[in-house]
Nanobody
Framework: QVQLVESGGGLVQAGDSLRLSCTASGLTFSYYSMGWFRQAPGKEREFVGAISWSGNITYYADSVKGRFTISRDNAKNTVYLQMNSLKSEDTAVYYC??????????????WGQGTQVTVSS
């Protein structure tokens, strides 16, 4: 079965950096666009960013543009979310998801279990 497993979350201070990883199994990873989402306590899940199957196209939410970078290594079935200049409002559970079509904010079929990121101010 398809599994997406996130890792790399933790507690950091404002201004710090953190890199999340998401490793996929049970699917042909290089055929899928991948996305990152997050959900803060009491809020709806929101789109963070996405990357095309080749890695040539990326999209970001305005709230993270210029601070977060998505990349992927198809040989390792892994997508990354590099988060720099973290702010307290970035505190959330971060999820990765797979999309069999072009990268965007919707259309994701498989989801990971999430990893907690907490940014203290």
């Amino acid at each position: 079965q398809v599994q997406l497993v996130e890792s790399g979350g933790g507690l950091v201070q404002a201004g710090d950096s953190l890199r999340l990883s998401c490793t996929a199994s049970g699917l042909t990873f290089s055929y899928y666009s991948m996305g990152w989402f997050r959900q803060a306590p009491g809020k709806e899940r929101e789109f963070v960013g996405a990357i095309s199957w080749s890695g040539n196209i990326t999209y970001y939410a305005d709230s993270v543009k210029g601070r977060f970078t998505i990349s992927r290594d198809n040989a390792k079935n892994t997508v990354y979310l590099q988060m720099n200049s973290l702010k307290s409002e970035d505190t959330a559970v971060y999820y990765c998801a797979s999309d069999p079509s072009s990268p965007g904010t919707t259309g994701y079929d498989y989801w990971g279990q999430g990893t907690q990121v907490t940014v203290s101010s």
